[in-house]
Each structure stands twice: as structure tokens, then as C-alpha cells.
């Protein structure tokens, strides 16, 4: 092993390895005010980088498991030169974080109306919404074919799309304020009465310039007027009304619903010093859609928001944005749900490469059910048509019982062992998913679109409500 003077500055210095200096009477004091959970985790015993690893190979174990690669591979040096020191920056630095939110927000509770203010002062009285983000032509037109699917199976929350100061232009604002107007359309009714949406700039934050510095999502969800949440990437199209969501018994026990991506937690990952506990072995958090109660988990929304605000410190081992939510989570020790069965890959059928052509991670309900589109590589490439009509997945992807996402025990912790899944470049952006050297091939199920009846004819309606390919 090297030590720190033997390699690069560059990869030493990349986390800011000098420590803070506080007032650390101050910081106790402040500390003290905080729930009793923060400060449980801030003071648990921080590892060294070997000793933090040799536990969690442990509990997540790599062979024929499906890990980020390529986060791993960039980053692993870097991760190693993070100090002990580091973490207790890093610890302190967001308990600190979460003590001025929370004295802001008793500063802003608004004595004649009882509501509580955000950080810019806005007045949020609760209720339910959809919240989006779109930044550009091509998300403008996403979200205005989300939207009319969603008016198509009646769905009545209202939407909030926010994007960042000066960042579209008049055409794409006119577009945007176009679905404010439109009426929710069905067979039987010509002029109904839809959702409402509106469109905010989101402020206190400014877009990025790095890789996926994805600023935006936290900060819309935490400055839309609604409390509880339905965060939707705009390429995150729904089955069927998602309302129903809100009533399930998985949410009403813990007011957040996550959902997974397709790689796993790997024993390197700085999460799990930061954290102070042993690597998971589940699947790393996906963020296409969030299901949040801002009353009960405002502390998490505040966790994520330091993280984008701090991102590059933090995005390298979150994968951007997308398990931020997740990571603020295991450092409150929050439980949290989510659906009952991995992602699926869906796409098209490529006849030279059976495995490939996934360009949609195919999510679902907390019943198994498939609920989300979640077509987040179609933009990247050009696929043939129909561009919906293979599946492949994990044979074991159901979690046990009536267990969900979020829940490790045991076989939950095995789903999808053997089975990985690569971004292939050539001839086109898209994914392969097969099964690992030495493993059954038949740990991979390959299916046709059309066998699952909530799938069946989302091409057209895609297509129909101004889907672009």
C-alpha cells in the first residue's frame, strides 16, 4: 500500500483532507439540540479504510454480484486517502447543516396561519402533488407527455415543474405553461376538468457544471408546496394512476418509498464509514421517482439537499444524485419501502445480441406490479421501433413475503445474485444483462413485452400523447 506522499496530489486533495477547525463547545451545543438519532450517528466510532472494508466484504460479498465498476474503479484510490478525520468533518459538517435548517425553520412558522415556511418564506399548507424538474427542450417534452398520460388515467394531483433561473427559453416556457390550460381528456367526457400544473424557478441553488451535478431534485422537492411528494423524472412514465400509492399500507407505515437501481452496495463505498454501520447487501437507491412525506422525513429532504450542495465531495460514491436519498436515510436510521420486485431492463430485440437492448429500467409497485417507464435511455440512442418489446430480469427478483425494497433479511439480501447488467456503447447506448461466468444462464428471464397486461399498449399511448424518438 502507498502512503499519501507517494501519490498524486491531486487524488489526495480530492476530499479535502484538511480539517475543519470549530468551536467545538458551539458544535455540542448545537449538537444537543438535535434528535437524539443524529447524535448517536455523529459519535459512532469511525474505521480506518482497511478495517471499514474488511468488514463489509463480509456482509457484501462481490462475487457474482452486479456493482458499479466503473465508480469503483475511478474512485477506489481516492476513497482509501479518506481520513478518519474526514469522516468526523463530514459528520459535523451536516449535523451543522441540519441545525441551522431546523432553527430556520422554527424562525419561519408562520403564528397566524399555523403553517410552516420554507426556506425562501413560501407558506406550504401540505396536501398531495407531483413534483418534476425541466431544464431543457427535451424534458419540457417529456414532461408534457408524462403529464397527459397521467391525465389519461384520471390522475387528479396537482403538478409542480420547477427548473433553474434563465435556464429555459420563451418557447420552452410557452410549452410549460401550455399543459397549465389543457383538459384532461377520456372517451366519454371531451372537456374535463385535469390537474393543475404550474411551473416555479427553483431558487437558493444554481446549476452545475460537473458530472451529474443534478442540483435541482432535492431542492424542488423541498420547495414545492405540497408535504407529501411524488417526485417523477420526466422520463419516468406511470401504468396506470399512482395515486393509489398513497393509501398503501407500506406507505402509511413509513411515509417514504424508494426505489432500487440495478447495481449493489460494494464494501469501498465511503457510505458506509460516513454511515457508521457495515455495507447493506441491497441495492443502491434510484431516483427517478421519490414517495416522500416532507412532515417526517423533512431532515432526510435537508441531508439530500447538502449533499447536492456539496456534491463534489459526495456524488462520486452516490452515483450523483440517485442514492443520495437513500444514503440520507441510513444516516438518520430511517426505514424506508419501496416496490416488491427488482428492476427489470426493457427495450428492444436485437437479433445479433439476444442479452441487449434495454434502454428502460421497468419498475414496480410495493405489490410486485409493474408501475414506472422508467425510459431513461432512449435520449441517448436511436432504437428501432417497437421500442417496447423485451423484458429481462432476474428470475429471483420478488422479495420474500410481503417484505419490500428496504428489507435485508434474508433471502432479500440474495435477490439477484449471479445476474449483471453492463452499458454497452456499440452499436447504440443500451444495456446487457446476463448472468455472471459460471452461474445458470437461467437466473436471466427473457420475456415479451405483451405478457404483462399493464404493459400492454403503453407504445402507442406514448407515442399518441407526443412521446419523441
Known amino acids: 500500500m502507498q502512503e499519501p506522499n507517494e501519490i498524486d496530489t491531486d487524488v489526495y486533495l480530492k ?3 484538511v480539517p475543519r477547525t470549530r468551536d467545538e463547545t458551539v ?8 434528535p437524539e438519532a443524529v447524535q448517536e450517528w455523529v459519535q459512532r466510532p469511525i474505521l480506518p479504510y482497511d478495517k471499514s472494508v474488511a468488514l463489509n466484504n463480509k456482509t457484501c460479498p462481490t462475487e457474482g454480484v452486479n456493482f458499479d465498476e466503473g465508480a469503483v474503479k475511478e474512485n477506489e484510490r481516492a476513497w482509501r486517502y479518506i481520513t478518519p478525520a474526514k469522516i468526523s468533518d463530514w459528520r459535523q459538517d451536516i449535523a451543522e447543516h441540519l441545525y441551522r435548517k431546523q432553527k430556520e425553520k422554527q424562525e419561519k412558522m408562520s403564528p397566524e396561519t399555523s403553517l410552516t415556511k420554507d426556506e425562501q418564506g413560501k407558506e406550504f399548507s401540505g396536501g398531495r402533488g407531483l413534483v418534476m424538474a425541466a431544464g431543457d427542450h427535451a424534458a419540457v417534452v417529456r414532461a408534457r407527455t ?5 391525465r389519461s388515467y384520471n390522475c387528479t394531483l396537482p403538478v409542480e415543474i420547477f427548473h433553474f433561473p434563465n435556464e429555459l427559453s420563451t418557447p420552452e416556457m410557452s410549452l410549460l405553461e401550455e399543459l397549465s390550460s389543457l383538459k384532461q381528456r377520456s372517451e366519454d367526457q371531451e372537456d374535463q376538468s385535469g390537474m393543475k400544473v404550474t411551473v416555479q424557478v427553483v431558487e437558493g441553488v444554481r446549476k452545475g457544471d460537473d458530472w451529474k451535478a443534478f442540483h435541482i431534485k432535492a431542492a424542488a422537492i423541498q420547495q414545492s408546496s405540497f408535504d407529501e411528494i411524488l417526485y417523477l423524472d420526466t422520463d419516468s412514465y406511470t ?3 399512482p395515486e393509489y400509492l398513497f393509501e398503501s399500507m407500506q406507505w402509511k407505515e413509513t411515509g417514504l418509498m424508494l ?8 464494501a469501498t463505498n465511503p457510505i458506509w464509514r460516513l454511515s457508521g454501520q457495515s455495507c447493506r ?3 443502491e437507491g434510484e431516483s427517478g421517482q421519490i414517495l416522500i412525506s416532507r412532515t417526517l422525513h423533512q431532515d432526510l429532504l435537508w441531508i439530500a439537499e447538502f449533499f447536492a450542495l456539496e456534491h463534489h465531495k459526495f456524488y462520486g460514491f452516490l452515483g450523483g444524485d440517485r442514492d443520495s436519498f437513500r444514503a440520507a436515510a441510513l444516516l438518520l436510521g430511517k ?3 419501496g416496490p416488491g420486485r427488482l428492476n427489470a431492463a426493457a427495450g428492444v430485440v436485437l437479433t445479433d445480441n439476444p442479452q441487449g437492448g434495454g434502454h428502460t429500467m421497468l419498475q414496480a409497485d410495493p405489490e410486485g406490479k409493474w408501475l414506472f417507464v422508467h425510459a431513461n435511455l432512449i435520449k441517448h440512442a436511436k432504437f428501432h421501433r417497437p421500442l417496447w418489446s423485451r423484458i429481462h430480469r432476474a428470475a429471483q427478483d420478488k422479495f420474500a ?3 419490500t425494497y428496504g428489507d435485508i433479511h434474508p433471502p432479500n439480501d440474495k435477490l439477484g445474485d449471479g445476474v449483471k447488467l453492463r452499458v454497452t456503447y456499440n452499436p447504440m447506448m443500451s444495456t446487457i444483462m446476463s448472468t455472471f461466468e459460471g452461474y445458470d444462464e437461467g437466473l436471466v428471464v427473457v420475456e415479451d413485452w405483451d405478457t404483462y397486461e399493464e404493459l400492454k399498449g403503453f407504445e402507442e399511448k406514448w407515442f399518441g400523447f407526443g412521446g419523441v424518438h
Open 15 to 17: 476530499y479535502d483532507q
Open 27 to 34: 458544535f455540542h451545543l448545537a449538537l444537543a439540540k438535535l
Open 146 to 150: 408524462n403529464i397527459r398520460l397521467l
Open 239 to 241: 401504468l396506470r394512476n
Open 259 to 266: 426505489w432500487p437501481d440495478y447495481t449493489k452496495s460494494h
Open 281 to 283: 447487501s441491497e441495492y
Open 335 to 337: 426505514k424506508w419501502t
Open 401 to 403: 413475503a410481503e417484505s
